[in-house]
């Protein structure tokens, strides 16, 4: 069961998960500080900084909101209430931006210009760009643009969800003798808030303006006989979190496509102005959005930093870039014989990105058109909105395959890609379900049942894929995640077991390789670490070494700090969030807590126990946090075969630990300190890099 929270005796023992996202995206804003960096992966870092925010804003700030609201004293498990959290978050992430801004400005700007890079402030226009740039504004922007003068008839419009708009200070009366003194002009979304120059007008190979510098350019051209006296943009950050009763609900479907266009106007969490705006337009632009001064952020720049990350797209500029890479191919996959045969043999560890996420695409896509294939059952958390995975699925239902797919809907912010292809499912004869009612489905698993000859005869033999990451083809290019496909008859009978949980009625039944959530993963998990932590207090040889995004479940980090004092050595690879505090005197002098932060996201879970020798080790969809524990239908596999699990073990984990380069080790206070070591170090680590090379075709 969860860990109660909010004891007095435990708030030293747990640190903020506020904030530890926030260090999290101070190790992501480092990378696009780092000068050894390719200069348009250092952009593109600066920007992901910026869309994790977003993010962060819209569901965790929001939720801290929300608690304050309802003027809850309740202390949580790291001893703060939620307005001590808030003041303490909003302090943080006021200096992050301020950070990131400065980055941009002060090293980023420039080296990209020295590159021939440049994009044009309006005081740089030349004659020749002014024509141009004007032409562009009443050809491409005018047509589209609606400015709303603020009276009574015209009160303040809804402004969507982290669009960008404009305040405008006027003076003088229109047409109809009216004079407000303010109006709202906001930038529609078909317009591009990049615009390349033509290379002969800007004197260098890629130029470009931000849309909001045209807008300041010609907003007079709006207002016909009136004098603005000031233009200003502005972006409004809203509560992105649906609510949706799934208790309440008769169709879960049709409720949340009801709530998703209302995400666009949820309240509003955070207010972005630049820095030319007056303190009185602020403070009025914060009295339209319920704000507070601790909730707006001026920024020296433009106020959606995220924009940029079209750059890179649109540079040809390989020497600025990470070299590119082909993912290679497992060698047990002949192509003189099919993927069922192969998988016959024996069982195929993927690690992407490293390795090709193709032979999964092709399993799918091989079962829909072969004859002796009977059924595909299959989970969908994310996939994208093109996505041919569910193309072969359509594909394979109008086959007459027998089809069953477990949609979850409450998919954060891939609702409505979701919604579309549970749509198109159903309307080919496939079986669509949305999993347990109150427990998101984030297990990735697929399973194939084929109808097979042998010597003794004909039978159907089932094969698997179950992974750490989504079923989505562009992520998995861009993450770090194992995959395995099998034909173990114990484990396929595991995955249909819980196929038949998520689509039917009944009891769960014991599993015989799987760890999962809700009913066994995090009894699983306290069970191995207590037997380390038995084999330690014996004097037998004890280790722990786990891999996850996020660490944050105090039952778990109560095991470890158990288990820790009893002498179990412990190391963990968390990306992300972490609440346990690592090496305290007396409490967690046994473990070493390290992140690692580079060209690619590390997404995989991954948990190692030495189990007397025995080398346990299990792939997981979850981390250690309550909602995967109790809240989500989750899984953990093992790994049997010896050799893919060598593989596991140095490719997940060793090389994970001798990394010098992209690694960042936490102290007790939370706080993360680069391997500078490694500069040094006669030889250089780097587990991505490495891994580039070892899996190379």
Known sequence: MPHSAGKPEDHGKYLNRELALLAFNRRVLAQASDPSAPLLERLRFLCIVSSNLDGFFEIRLAGLKEQIKLNSGEVSVDGLTAQAAYDRVSDTAHGLVAEQYALLNGQILPALAAEGIRFFRRSQWNEAQFEWIRDYFFREVMPVLTPIGLDPSHPFPRVLNKSLNFAVELDGKDAFGRHSGTAIVQAPRVLPRLIRLPEALCGCPYGFIFLSSILHAFVNELFAGMTVLGCYQFRVTRNSDLFVDEEEAKNLRIEIQGELPQRHFGDAVRLEVADNCPEHMADFLLTQFSLRRSDLYCVCGPVN????????????????????????????????????????????????????????????????????????????????????????????????????????????????????????????????????????????MLMIVRRESDASGSCLRRYAHLGTGNYHPRTARLYTDFGLLTSNEAICADVNEIFKQLTGLGRASALCHLWQSPFSLHRNVIAAIEAETDAARNGKRARIIAKMNALLEPGVIDTLYAASQAGVRIDLIVRGVCALRPGLKGLSENIRVRSVIGRFLEHQRIFYFYAGGEEKVLLSSADWMERNFFRRIELAFPVLDKKLKRRVIHEGLRLYLADNQQAWEMNAQGGYRPRHDGRRAKTQRSAQRELLELLKR
């Open 305 to 444: 930093l995220a924009r940029l990350i079209e750059i890179p797209d649109q540079v040809d500029r390989p020497d600025l870039k990470f070299p590119p890479f082909t993912p290679s191919l497992p060698k047990t996959l002949d192509k003189r014989h099919g993927i069922f045969e192969a998988l016959r043999k024996n069982d195929i560890l993927l690690h992407h990105p490293y390795q090709s996420f193709l032979p999964v695409i092709a399993l799918i896509d091989q079962a829909a058109t072969d004859p002796q294939v009977v059924a595909i059952k299959m989970t969908v958390y994310r996939t994208g909105t093109d996505s041919v995975l569910m193309k072969s699925l359509l594909r394979a239902a109008r086959n007459g395959k027998e089809v069953t797919v477990v949609v979850e809907l409450m998919a954060r912010f891939d609702e409505e890609a979701n919604i579309g292809w549970a749509t198109q499912l159903e309307k080919v004869g496939a079986h669509v379900v949305y999993g347990v009612v109150g427990h998101k489905t984030h297990a990735k």
